[in-house]
């Protein structure tokens, strides 16, 4: 129990960190951000501006420290302001969230699963015929940056071959609806950011698992296991892989920065209206309030990730239940 | 010190001694040789430097001209086609070598330097700075890098290229200073650096001279992994708009594709998939001598032929 | 030799490097008799974990079988497919090693593995599995109740004896044994030992056991294979070897460092230098660079193994050839 608590302290102190970081940036950085925003918006009333200063703390007299605790209530109470265009940002967030959740968490499980399986059986048979035609092919993928094998796709699939469309998450002019043609619709949408995305990470994953494997393996246990006779399939499964997962696992939970940094140049360059698209938008119209919240949502995403992948380790690993 | 005679455990240890004064740089210089990954990738590397040093050799075309046919695709006077302006994207290609690489060795090399300082001094100093450092870094692994880069780049848009690539720094030493940290914790106990401290030598000493020596290996493929990254990165960064766009680099070149909707036929599809491709190329180049260099400095990791097995089938 | 448990002949293991291959264990012949107790002595790095690893064919890579036999119950288990191999594995013969927190899997009760092994290898029912499980930490004198138990959750010796309860889970005929008690503390260790005797008596398995402490199997085994730099030096009954002063001047070497809190006080001798680097071995004897009595035939000649009375040797101070001609070196010999 003091390994969660341990944990827990952790998760605290990086939403901690986060907030504050969040807090002091516009505050520390060279420009008078109030007018930037304010610039941005298009027909606000001067009080609009005097309130944007007041939110950054320029050209105001105010208790910095007031300032730090408003804000973070304020965050806590899901208030963020409202955007350039004068809506909440709490809506715009809340109608853009669902898409990305969407591709991000089956691009995700299916990365995920596919590495896993894969790295292990190529770990496993060493030298053999996976595990040669496996490395170099990975790298070759993972030296393309994620942008870059979309904008492949696309132009493989989408604008050559036509089979997909190459922008957006559903067509333009149909109305949401769970009918299948239009669960048809976003399914073809979807379909090659997901690609880009899975072979992107599932390409990370398999590297870094059948390293993890390859370590074990040489564990004495291993050997052990096979001195004792025991099928290799059960010491494949048994003795390897969970002992290779299951330590790692808080490190695969904090790879999912890496993913939502995917995930936003994925959703860029497909056009795709997901939080990432929304969070590139907001950088270029400057939309501060947006952004500062988008950031945090990224921030909480990758703790609550790392969290759960604390509490199942704590589960699954017999050694963090003592002291 | 005498070389260690051949241990019968058979595990595989995380960190050879390899890196040991002279005679082992010698070691070190043929076990890159002998290793087909570090000599492809050197050799790429080198020829990509070459580019970066020599453009002239390559094209006598200035990028920046806009005097050319808009938008055609690949021809003889042209061999990567032409930009939304008029620009030949072949030399543009060519003369955006240098900052491209410039930005990925300096960016790479500084996320190093801060990764090998936090990394080896919380594994070598221990109890409370360990504990202070690993939260310290944990926070810096947690933060999603790209939305902060993106952020970072957004407040600095202006600031030009240096800033960036203090941006890509900050945001990306964490990953190395955890895998240095571990790699350094598993040294620690290690035999010949009790000696040292036995003998009375200072920590810095040690570090220096005892610690950094034998991890030489990983930190070349710490650089490499980083340069790796730093390369997509910064490429993803520029693709934004977020860089620097006044300047010619891969990044730029692809930004402003993607905004003359190059890959959608807009315009030529060559403009967006030369800079592409040479991203991969660069990228490769160091991913080749980092998973080298991980095979060097852990055995277990290289290539291994089924033994022989005098079995009956 | 007929009735030979275990024959081993010209067993040679190379690792294989980038840098060319090293001969870890180079050519070793070795007779095991059922119910024999056979000590494997040597310094770190000359073989023995190895050799004994290659003859239970648990080699892994870099490590290769390069030559030999090893013939086990009249079979070659170096010509055995896998499949052959997995049936005879702990059933017929079991190992024991070094560190049982490395040996045992740290993510799983000793139940569960005891339990592993036994449904590898037959159809036991969940309650004839539990019971043979507890009847065999009973053996080595470990409460039943730490079945539950995950291996960091036991002491050392606890941990130790429960492998070796895992090892006699199929009463097999062979036991090898590298270095169990390196890990535990001199009290710890003579209790292990004793208890490993007895074991040995009451169910007649025999013991390879391999250790560079010359102490720890003097009492208990009765022949003694003495290794060096990847060759079998001296091999002989143990008491031949502790009656009268040991024959090969490595073994001499070993004993002479070892102090007998019975005898007469004496001074403590080590053996000079280090062993040799076998990637690249000495000339002639390997022993050579060491040897307080080396000839000069010794650096380019390299000895076989000769028969001396009961044991066998491989120095050239045995080879009659070479002795006769140099008269005076015969003081060098003891009788």
């Given at each position: 129990m003091r390994y969660i608590a341990k944990r827990l302290g952790l998760f605290l102190v990086t939403l901690w960190a986060a907030l504050t970081v969040n807090f002091l940036l516009p505050r520390v950085?060279?420009?008078?951000?109030?007018?930037?925003?304010?610039?941005?918006?298009?027909?606000?009333?001067?009080?609009?501006?005097?309130?944007?200063?007041?939110?950054?703390?320029?050209?105001?007299?105010?208790?910095?420290?007031?300032?730090?605790?408003?804000?973070?209530?304020?965050?806590?109470?899901?208030?963020?302001?409202?955007?350039?265009?004068?809506?909440?940002?709490?809506?715009?967030?809340?109608?853009?969230?669902?898409?990305?959740?969407?591709?991000?968490?089956?691009?995700?499980?299916?990365?995920?699963?596919?590495?896993?399986?894969?790295?292990?059986?190529?770990?496993?048979?060493?030298?053999?015929?996976?595990?040669?035609?496996?490395?170099?092919?990975?790298?070759?993928?993972?030296?393309?940056?994620?942008?870059?094998?979309?904008?492949?796709?696309?132009?493989?699939?989408?604008?050559?071959?036509?089979?997909?469309?190459?922008?957006?998450?559903?067509?333009?002019?149909?109305?949401?609806?769970?009918?299948?043609?239009?669960?048809?619709?976003?399914?073809?949408?979807?379909?090659?950011?997901?690609?880009?995305?899975?072979?992107?990470?599932?390409g990370t994953w398999v590297y870094t698992m059948r390293n993890n494997m390859v370590t074990t393996l040489a564990e004495d246990y291993v050997r052990m296991a096979r001195a004792k006779g025991l099928a290799p399939w059960r010491i494949m499964l048994d003795y390897s892989a969970?002992?290779?997962?299951?330590?790692?696992?808080?490190?695969?939970?904090?790879?999912?920065?890496?993913?939502?940094?995917?995930?936003?140049?994925?959703?860029?360059?497909?056009s795709y209206p997901g939080v990432g698209y929304l969070f590139f938008t907001a950088t270029d119209t400057h939309d501060l309030p947006l952004m500062e919240a988008l950031f945090l949502l990224f921030t909480l995403a990758v703790l609550i990730c790392v969290l759960a992948a604390d509490f199942a380790t704590a589960v699954l690993d017999p050694r963090t239940r003592e002291t | 010190m005498a070389a260690p005679a051949m241990e019968a455990n058979l595990s595989a240890a995380p960190a050879t001694q390899e890196g040991f004064g002279r005679a082992s740089f010698?070691?070190?210089?043929?076990?890159?040789?002998?290793?087909?990954?570090?000599?492809?990738?050197?050799?790429?590397?080198?020829?990509?430097?070459?580019?970066?040093?020599?453009?002239?050799?390559?094209?006598?075309?200035?990028?920046?001209?806009?005097?050319?046919?808009?938008?055609?695709?690949?021809?003889?006077?042209?061999?990567?086609?032409?930009?939304?302006?008029?620009?030949?994207?072949?030399?543009?290609l060519i003369w955006g070598t240098r900052l491209t690489l410039i930005i990925t060795v300096v960016a790479g090399g500084g996320a190093t330097l801060l990764s090998v300082l936090f990394g080896v001094a919380a594994a070598y100093f221990g109890g409370m700075v360990d504990r202070v450092l690993s939260v310290f870094i944990d926070i810096f692994?947690?933060?999603?890098?790209?939305?902060?880069?993106?952020?970072?780049?957004?407040?600095?848009?202006?600031?030009?290229?240096?800033?960036?690539?203090?941006?890509?720094?900050?945001?990306?030493?964490?990953?190395?200073?955890?895998?240095?940290?571990?790699?350094?914790?598993?040294?620690?106990?290690?035999?010949f650096l009790e000696a040292a401290r036995v003998r009375g030598e200072r920590s810095m000493y040690v570090i220096f001279a005892e610690i950094l020596p034998t991890m030489t290996s990983l930190l070349v493929a710490n650089f490499m992994g980083l340069a790796t990254y730093m390369v997509a990165t910064a490429a993803g960064l520029q693709f934004l708009g977020l860089g620097n766009t006044s300047e010619v680099t891969w990044g730029t070149m692809l930004y402003y594709a993607q905004n003359n909707d190059a890959i959608q036929g807009g315009s030529n599809p060559w403009w967006a998939l030369a800079p592409g491709f040479a991203v991969v190329l660069m990228g490769v180049a160091f991913a080749l001598l980092n998973y080298a260099f991980d095979e060097i400095g852990n055995p277990a990791l290289r290539a291994v032929r089924r033994p022989r097995a005098r079995r009956a089938a | 030799?007929?009735?030979?448990?275990?024959?081993?002949?010209?067993?040679?293991?190379?690792?294989?490097?980038?840098?060319g291959n090293v001969r870890a264990v180079d050519q070793v012949d070795l007779d095991l008799q059922p119910g024999e107790f056979l000590g494997v002595v040597g310094e770190s790095g000359c073989g023995k974990s190895t050799m004994v690893f290659a003859i239970a064919q648990l080699l892994f890579p870099p490590a290769e079988i390069a030559g030999g036999s090893v013939t086990f119950k009249g079979q070659d288990m170096v010509r055995l497919g896998d499949t052959e191999l997995r049936h005879i594995r702990w059933r017929d013969y079991s190992v024991v090693m070094q560190s049982a927190m490395n040996a045992l899997n740290p993510m799983k009760s000793i139940e569960a593995q005891f339990r592993d092994t036994m449904r590898a290898h037959g159809d036991m029912g969940t309650e004839e599995i539990r019971e043979r499980s507890a009847e065999v930490l009973r053996i080595v004198g470990i409460?039943?109740?730490?079945?539950?138990?995950?291996?960091?959750?036991?002491?050392?010796?606890?941990?130790?004896?429960?492998?070796?309860?895992?090892?006699?889970?199929?009463?097999?005929?062979?036991?090898?044994?590298?270095?169990?008690?390196?890990?535990?503390?001199?009290?710890?260790?003579?209790?292990?030992?004793?208890?490993?005797?007895?074991?040995?008596?009451?169910?007649?398995?025999?013991?390879?056991?391999?250790?560079?402490?010359?102490?720890?199997?003097?009492?208990?085994?009765?022949?003694?294979?003495?290794?060096?730099a990847g060759q079998v030096a001296e091999v002989g009954p143990t008491?031949?070897?502790?009656?009268?002063?040991?024959?090969?001047?490595?073994s001499r070497g070993l004993l002479d460092a070892f102090p007998s809190i019975h005898g007469p006080r004496r001074e403590l001798i080590g053996i000079p230098g280090s062993p040799p680097d076998l990637g690249r071995p000495p000339s002639g004897c390997r022993f050579q660079p060491r040897c307080p009595v080396a000839m000069p035939p010794c650096s380019s000649v390299p000895p076989r193994l000769y028969p001396v009375r009961r044991s066998q040797v491989r120095c050239l101070l045995y080879d009659e050839a070479i002795t006769e001609a140099a008269p005076e070196r015969q003081a060098a010999v003891k009788p």
């Amino acid at each position: 129990m003091r390994y969660i608590a341990k944990r827990l302290g952790l998760f605290l102190v990086t939403l901690w960190a986060a907030l504050t970081v969040n807090f002091l940036l516009p505050r520390v950085m060279p420009g008078n951000e109030a007018e930037a925003v304010y610039a941005s918006m298009r027909n606000a009333p001067p009080s609009v501006l005097r309130a944007l200063e007041v939110e950054f703390g320029v050209n105001v007299k105010q208790n910095v420290v007031l300032t730090y605790f408003q804000y973070l209530g304020n965050c806590f109470t899901g208030q963020f302001g409202l955007t350039v265009d004068r809506v909440p940002v709490m809506t715009k967030i809340m109608t853009s969230l669902p898409w990305t959740l969407g591709l991000v968490g089956v691009a995700t499980i299916i990365s995920f699963g596919l590495g896993t399986l894969l790295g292990v059986v190529a770990a496993w048979r060493r030298g053999g015929k996976l595990d040669s035609v496996l490395p170099p092919l990975l790298f070759i993928v993972t030296a393309f940056p994620v942008f870059f094998l979309g904008l492949l796709l696309l132009l493989i699939f989408a604008v050559t071959l036509g089979w997909f469309p190459t922008n957006g998450n559903y067509s333009l002019g149909s109305t949401p609806s769970l009918s299948p043609a239009f669960i048809g619709d976003v399914l073809s949408h979807a379909f090659l950011p997901a690609l880009t995305l899975v072979l992107t990470l599932a390409g990370t994953w398999v590297y870094t698992m059948r390293n993890n494997m390859v370590t074990t393996l040489a564990e004495d246990y291993v050997r052990m296991a096979r001195a004792k006779g025991l099928a290799p399939w059960r010491i494949m499964l048994d003795y390897s892989a969970r002992n290779a997962i299951l330590p790692n696992l808080t490190g695969f939970a904090m790879q999912m920065g890496f993913v939502l940094g995917g995930a936003i140049l994925v959703e860029y360059t497909f056009s795709y209206p997901g939080v990432g698209y929304l969070f590139f938008t907001a950088t270029d119209t400057h939309d501060l309030p947006l952004m500062e919240a988008l950031f945090l949502l990224f921030t909480l995403a990758v703790l609550i990730c790392v969290l759960a992948a604390d509490f199942a380790t704590a589960v699954l690993d017999p050694r963090t239940r003592e002291t | 010190m005498a070389a260690p005679a051949m241990e019968a455990n058979l595990s595989a240890a995380p960190a050879t001694q390899e890196g040991f004064g002279r005679a082992s740089f010698q070691r070190f210089s043929a076990a890159i040789l002998r290793n087909r990954k570090a000599t492809a990738g050197l050799l790429l590397l080198l020829f990509l430097a070459f580019v970066a040093a020599f453009p002239q050799v390559f094209t006598r075309v200035d990028p920046n001209a806009a005097i050319y046919p808009q938008a055609v695709g690949p021809s003889g006077a042209h061999w990567l086609g032409t930009t939304q302006v008029g620009q030949d994207v072949y030399a543009q290609l060519i003369w955006g070598t240098r900052l491209t690489l410039i930005i990925t060795v300096v960016a790479g090399g500084g996320a190093t330097l801060l990764s090998v300082l936090f990394g080896v001094a919380a594994a070598y100093f221990g109890g409370m700075v360990d504990r202070v450092l690993s939260v310290f870094i944990d926070i810096f692994l947690i933060i999603p890098t790209l939305p902060l880069l993106i952020i970072l780049a957004a407040y600095l848009t202006g600031a030009g290229t240096v800033a960036i690539i203090a941006a890509l720094i900050v945001t990306g030493w964490a990953f190395s200073a955890r895998q240095l940290r571990s790699q350094g914790l598993s040294l620690r106990t290690r035999d010949f650096l009790e000696a040292a401290r036995v003998r009375g030598e200072r920590s810095m000493y040690v570090i220096f001279a005892e610690i950094l020596p034998t991890m030489t290996s990983l930190l070349v493929a710490n650089f490499m992994g980083l340069a790796t990254y730093m390369v997509a990165t910064a490429a993803g960064l520029q693709f934004l708009g977020l860089g620097n766009t006044s300047e010619v680099t891969w990044g730029t070149m692809l930004y402003y594709a993607q905004n003359n909707d190059a890959i959608q036929g807009g315009s030529n599809p060559w403009w967006a998939l030369a800079p592409g491709f040479a991203v991969v190329l660069m990228g490769v180049a160091f991913a080749l001598l980092n998973y080298a260099f991980d095979e060097i400095g852990n055995p277990a990791l290289r290539a291994v032929r089924r033994p022989r097995a005098r079995r009956a089938a | 030799m007929p009735g030979a448990l275990l024959e081993v002949r010209d067993l040679s293991v190379d690792y294989i490097t980038d840098a060319g291959n090293v001969r870890a264990v180079d050519q070793v012949d070795l007779d095991l008799q059922p119910g024999e107790f056979l000590g494997v002595v040597g310094e770190s790095g000359c073989g023995k974990s190895t050799m004994v690893f290659a003859i239970a064919q648990l080699l892994f890579p870099p490590a290769e079988i390069a030559g030999g036999s090893v013939t086990f119950k009249g079979q070659d288990m170096v010509r055995l497919g896998d499949t052959e191999l997995r049936h005879i594995r702990w059933r017929d013969y079991s190992v024991v090693m070094q560190s049982a927190m490395n040996a045992l899997n740290p993510m799983k009760s000793i139940e569960a593995q005891f339990r592993d092994t036994m449904r590898a290898h037959g159809d036991m029912g969940t309650e004839e599995i539990r019971e043979r499980s507890a009847e065999v930490l009973r053996i080595v004198g470990i409460d039943p109740v730490h079945l539950r138990s995950y291996p960091h959750q036991l002491s050392g010796g606890m941990r130790q004896r429960a492998m070796i309860a895992m090892a006699l889970l199929f009463t097999p005929e062979l036991v090898m044994m590298d270095e169990p008690t390196s890990a535990l503390d001199v009290v710890a260790q003579r209790s292990l030992m004793s208890q490993v005797k007895q074991l040995q008596e009451r169910l007649g398995f025999a013991v390879i056991f391999v250790t560079h402490d010359m102490s720890v199997v003097a009492r208990y085994s009765d022949r003694l294979l003495v290794m060096y730099a990847g060759q079998v030096a001296e091999v002989g009954p143990t008491r031949a070897m502790f009656e009268s002063p040991p024959l090969h001047p490595y073994s001499r070497g070993l004993l002479d460092a070892f102090p007998s809190i019975h005898g007469p006080r004496r001074e403590l001798i080590g053996i000079p230098g280090s062993p040799p680097d076998l990637g690249r071995p000495p000339s002639g004897c390997r022993f050579q660079p060491r040897c307080p009595v080396a000839m000069p035939p010794c650096s380019s000649v390299p000895p076989r193994l000769y028969p001396v009375r009961r044991s066998q040797v491989r120095c050239l101070l045995y080879d009659e050839a070479i002795t006769e001609a140099a008269p005076e070196r015969q003081a060098a010999v003891k009788p």
